[in-house]
């Protein structure tokens, strides 16, 4: 991470250190975690390819899809390592909604250039039950070439959730947790540091929009 504001490697979105799968679990699929992250991942991209729309005027409704998608509250604990235990319920709050206006900012931003328009589902893991990898690639008028972008996803009581995002062979939520953590360290475990980089980063992000 640069001194001036937080890399981000993606979307957001997540949450816990990946482990092998188990051989039982190897190749095996779950058609319910693929459905959901077709449906709702699909919900993500339409909401982005409204072009009469600005970046604000989108906004509610890009929230609405990640809140439908991913399980930000548990991600926005992840991310923030050994300092979630420590942090005072007033930073807490002041980092997520921090954290949430920079992740939001950054992904609108870097899927409305990327263009994609299809999510299609390749295929699944199940890790463990509940646990599963979704392999999906994305495609579409502004692209290039198909993007590649798995999603783990948990079951949490009948209710399907993404906690991290890979993309391009990078755990997004992973890699953010190593570099927030590294920011907090170098500032001597101060979380404000972090907190206003983050705002500043969103609000870059808003200017360029």
């Not at 002041?94 to 250039?113: P, S």
């Not at 972008?149 to 009948?158: C, E, I, P, Y």
């Not at 391009?168 to 927030?180: C, E, R």
């Amino acid at each position: 991470m640069s001194s001036n504001h937080p890399t981000f490697l993606g979307g957001w979105m997540l949450v816990l250190a990946l482990t092998a799968s188990s051989p039982a679990a190897a190749g095996l699929g779950d058609p319910a975690a693929e459905r959901f992250v077709l449906v709702n991942a699909q919900r993500v991209m339409t909401v982005l390819a409204e072009d009469a729309k600005t970046p604000a005027a989108r906004k509610p409704a890009f929230r609405a899809a990640i809140d439908q998608l991913a399980d930000v509250p548990r991600i926005t604990g992840f991310v923030l390592g050994k300092y979630g235990r420590t942090v005072t319920p007033d930073q807490r709050a002041r980092f997520a909604a921090a954290y949430r206006d920079y992740v939001e900012g950054v992904y609108q931003k870097r899927l409305t250039e990327f263009g994609g328009r299809t999510v299609k589902v390749t295929g699944s893991t199940v890790r463990k039950p509940g646990d599963v990898i979704v392999d999906t690639v994305i495609s579409g008028p502004k692209a290039d070439d198909p993007v590649e972008v798995s999603w783990r996803v948990l079951d949490g009581g009948g209710a399907w959730k993404v906690v991290d995002v890979q993309f391009k062979g990078v755990w997004l939520a992973i890699t953010q947790q190593q570099d927030f953590v590294s920011t907090i360290d170098n500032a001597g475990g101060d979380v404000d540091v972090l907190i206003a980089q983050l705002r500043k980063g969103a609000a870059r992000t808003a200017a360029r929009q």
